[in-house]
């Protein structure tokens, strides 16, 4: 069965939106599993959004874990290769936690329906729940995301950002919202992405682990569980869906220009890559909440959120990990990569180059 409401359809607006856009900017790649892939991937995300009970949400769900594994295959490295292994059977294990919750979940009350969890009690909502937090990259399941989308392609990295934790976050404000776990765990996915990101020279492994910062974000709102909570949560996925794909367009328009993707690789490339600098400028403002970008709304929603139920603690850790944010996507990745001491490397501005 199908389900279709304002929940949903801000998820299915904006996952259709970055398909979009993501598949311009790769129009130059012409590789046919990549492509296929991909557009399998999207669909079943957007399958899962729209999915009105937990059986047909298994089904997407586990059609998105082996799509998603090809986006990785098809960089053909070595590394890849060993992350895709790595990450297809995170995602496989995930899936049969999520299976046999589903299990339970109908021995324990007959039905199938993908509906909120109110009892807290139930081990079939219990492993349910850890099936979801497997794909939101939740401590201690978050390794498996900054592992594998830097080893996927240029394209298939942007595309990967934008879904899998996605989707997850849709289905733990759908199922799970108010439950005081998610609070827990978003506030340490907040301190452990930025602490990871700031240590981290790799550009694409930094935006990687600034993902698992800002789902932090959403996790926190969902375990509010109140109107302002959710409505932050579910506007902050919208907008970081958006901001990450321009943060790692940019990124991966380097990588493609350069072939570099260590930080002390780059530098001053401001000079022959403006058009590449001033989008990655602009996510990196949004990231990192600056004023008058959509990250500066979204995150002052949950911010109140939490002040609104005096969740003093929470607020301070939001704050925290927001400062954090500034410092690793805000300052380290424009700074490293396109002003810092001139390296020399004078690539054009794709798509100049990709003719």
């Given at each position: 069965t199908t389900r279709v409401d304002k929940l949903s359809k801000a998820f299915g607006y904006v996952f259709t939106l970055n398909a979009f856009i993501v598949f311009i900017y790769g129009y130059y790649?012409?590789?046919?599993?990549?492509?296929?892939?991909?557009?399998?991937?999207?669909?079943?995300?957007?399958?899962?959004?729209?999915?009105?009970?937990?059986?047909?949400?298994?089904?997407?769900?586990?059609?998105?874990?082996?799509?998603?594994?090809?986006?990785?295959?098809?960089?053909?490295?070595?590394?890849?290769?060993?992350?895709?292994?790595?990450?297809?059977?995170?995602?496989?294990?995930?899936?049969?936690?999520?299976?046999?919750?589903?299990?339970?979940?109908?021995?324990?009350?007959?039905s199938l329906a993908f509906s909120a969890m109110s009892n807290t009690s139930s081990l079939g909502a219990w492993l349910i729940l850890i099936g979801f937090l497997v794909n939101v990259g939740a401590v201690p399941f978050s390794s498996w995301l900054s592992d594998a989308y830097p080893e996927a392609t240029i394209v298939g990295g942007v595309i990967l950002s934008a879904y899998t934790t996605k989707t997850a976050v849709y289905t733990l404000?759908?199922?799970?919202?108010?439950?005081?776990?998610?609070?827990?765990?978003?506030?340490?996915?907040?301190?452990?992405?930025?602490?990871?990101?700031?240590?981290?020279?790799?550009?694409?492994?930094?935006?990687?682990?600034?993902?698992?910062?800002?789902?932090?974000?959403?996790?926190?709102?969902?375990?509010?569980?109140?109107?302002?909570?959710?409505?932050?949560?579910?506007?902050?996925?919208?907008?970081?869906?958006?901001?990450?794909?321009?943060?790692?367009?940019?990124?991966?328009?380097?990588?493609?220009?350069?072939?570099?993707?260590?930080?002390?690789?780059?530098?001053?490339?401001?000079?022959?890559?403006?058009?590449?600098?001033?989008?990655?400028?602009?996510?990196?403002?949004?990231?990192?909440?600056?004023?008058?970008?959509?990250?500066?709304?979204t995150k002052s929603m949950i911010s109140y959120a939490a002040a609104d139920e005096h969740l003093f603690y929470v607020w301070l850790g939001l704050v925290a990990a927001s400062a954090g944010v500034f410092l690793h996507a805000g300052i380290k990745f424009p700074w490293f990569v396109f002003f810092q001491k001139d390296s020399g490397l004078r690539p054009p501005d794709p798509p100049g180059n990709m003719r």
């Open positions: 790649q012409k590789k046919s599993l990549e492509i296929t892939s991909s557009l399998l991937y999207i669909g079943s995300a957007i399958g899962v959004i729209f999915a009105g009970d937990l059986l047909t949400l298994y089904f997407f769900w586990e059609a998105m874990a082996i799509m998603s594994t090809f986006l990785i295959l098809e960089n053909k490295k070595k590394r890849s290769f060993e992350a895709a292994k790595r990450y297809v059977l995170v995602h496989i294990i995930g899936g049969l936690v999520l299976l046999v919750g589903i299990i339970f979940i109908y021995f324990e009350t007959e404000l759908r199922g799970f919202a108010g439950w005081d776990i998610l609070i827990i765990l978003g506030c340490i996915m907040g301190i452990y992405g930025v602490i990871y990101a700031i240590l981290e020279n790799d550009m694409r492994r930094i935006l990687s682990y600034s993902i698992v910062n800002q789902v932090g974000f959403m996790l926190v709102g969902a375990g509010i569980g109140t109107e302002m909570a959710i409505n932050g949560a579910s506007s902050h996925a919208f907008a970081h869906i958006l901001y990450k794909a321009l943060l790692l367009m940019s990124a991966g328009s380097v990588l493609y220009m350069t072939g570099r993707r260590n930080c002390t690789d780059l530098g001053g490339l401001f000079q022959s890559m403006p058009i590449t600098m001033i989008c990655g400028v602009i996510g990196a403002f949004a990231i990192s909440a600056f004023p008058f970008t959509s990250g500066f709304v």
